[in-house]
Each structure stands twice: as structure tokens, then as C-alpha cells.
């Protein structure tokens, strides 16, 4: 098993504020865990015992409307933890958790996290902040699926997949989302959403390769975000 200490990912989240001893408490207490593409790592309405600290691959987080369809809320990458906020309030988690891609990722159970919060003043503080983060995020989503119309949000969503993840070898945005999953996030139909791509790369602002998307005019792409 990995030593939490010697882990770079821990850089990347609330882990990095812990002393030599609270990581060997949480090293000796962690299970690790493999996820292959398409996996539920958890469902929502669950309870949890402890938080995931993702070590490789992606997941989206998804809700389902009062009609069944899902919503893809958020996405998650390497360094991001999950189910914190269901651990902090003691309640059941509101998101289900899906595989994009094979992942690893390490368990730790809410006592060590308690443990920490109680004892680790910059581990509460940071705690917090990442909720208080989560928050503003989701304010700043509501305000967009409200206020922006589909063609911007498209825009928008774009934008930060390729900020989030990055680009692949062949240029292309570093995350592969079907089209269901693409409407799924901005709010439509399926076929809308393949519509407005097709415009996109009619225009020349991306361009598609299978699945895949690429970025051609990034600061068009700004400007529609905008309503421009």
C-alpha cells in the first residue's frame, strides 16, 4: 500500500496540511481502489463512511431530474477528494459518482478526517474553503443555466474542460464526453447539442475529431460565453 506521505497527489488537495504522523495515520487506515470506465463509485443517497482522494482518471458527478433525466453537475480529475461535504454534515450524499475512464483512488475514513479537523487548524481551515468554494461554484452554475442560453453555456462548458484538463497529444480537449453527457451538462437535448457543435465547426471554433473536440478559436469562443 502507498505511503500518503510520499504521494505527490496530496499536493493538490487538503491532504497537504497534515503532519508527518496524521499522514501515517491515514496511511495506515486507507484502502486503495480500482475503478474501471463506466463504475459507480457511489450513489446518490448514500451514506458515507469516509472520503476518495482520486489518484489517477476522471468521474462526473451527476443528479437526476424530477424526470429521470441526469444532470451532470460537476467534474472531478487527479488531486480532487470526494464525498467530504456527506462526511462534514453527516447526511447522505445528493450526487452520484461515475467513472469516465479507469481511476485509482484511496479511501479514508471519516474518523481520520474528524481526527484531523479537530487536531490540524489549517487542515479545518482549508476544509472549509474548498466547501465554501463548492458553493460559489454552484451559485455561478444556477446563475448561468438561468441567465445564459444554451449556444453560450456550450461556450462556457468548453472553455473549462480544456482549462480543467487540458489538451491531449493531437490537441484535442483532454476529457472524451459523448453527446448524451455534452446536453447532459449544459441543460438540453441531445440533438440540440449536436447541433450546436456542428455550427461551431461549421464557423471554424472547433474543430471534431470522432468524440473528441479541439479548440480552433479560443477567444470566439470567449466572446460567445459572454453573449458576444
Given amino acids: 500500500m502507498g505511503n500518503c506521505h510520499q504521494c505527490i497527489i496530496r499536493e493538490f488537495n487538503t491532504l497537504k496540511t497534515l503532519s508527518s504522523e496524521e ?18 463509485i457511489f450513489k446518490e443517497g448514500s451514506m458515507l463512511n469516509g472520503v476518495y482522494c482520486i489518484k489517477e482518471g476522471k468521474c462526473k458527478l451527476t443528479r437526476l431530474s424530477q424526470n429521470g433525466k441526469e444532470q451532470i453537475v460537476k467534474f472531478i480529475k487527479h488531486g480532487d477528494m470526494l464525498g467530504y461535504r456527506s462526511v462534514l454534515s453527516e447526511e447522505p450524499v445528493s450526487l452520484s459518482v461515475v467513472a469516465l475512464e479507469d481511476m485509482a483512488a484511496c479511501f479514508i475514513p471519516k474518523k481520520d478526517i474528524f481526527d484531523s479537523i479537530q487536531n490540524n487548524k489549517d487542515f479545518s481551515k482549508d476544509m472549509f474553503k474548498v466547501v465554501c468554494h463548492d458553493l460559489k461554484d454552484a451559485n455561478a452554475t444556477l446563475t448561468n443555466m438561468a441567465q445564459k442560453t444554451v449556444r453560450e453555456r456550450l461556450a462556457d462548458m468548453l472553455l473549462f474542460l480544456d482549462e480543467t484538463f487540458g489538451e491531449a497529444e493531437d490537441g484535442t480537449i483532454n476529457i472524451q464526453l459523448s453527446r448524451e453527457e455534452i446536453s447532459n451538462v449544459i441543460g438540453t437535448a441531445t440533438e440540440s447539442a449536436i447541433r450546436l457543435l456542428s455550427e461551431l465547426k461549421k464557423d471554424k471554433i472547433i ?6 473536440i479541439k479548440i480552433e478559436d479560443k477567444e470566439a469562443l470567449k466572446r460567445i460565453g459572454i453573449g458576444f
Fill in 207 to 212: 474543430s471534431l475529431v470522432g468524440k473528441k
Fill in 23 to 40: 499522514l501515517k495515520e491515514v496511511s495506515n487506515h486507507k484502502n486503495e481502489l480500482i475503478f474501471k470506465k463506466g463504475d459507480v
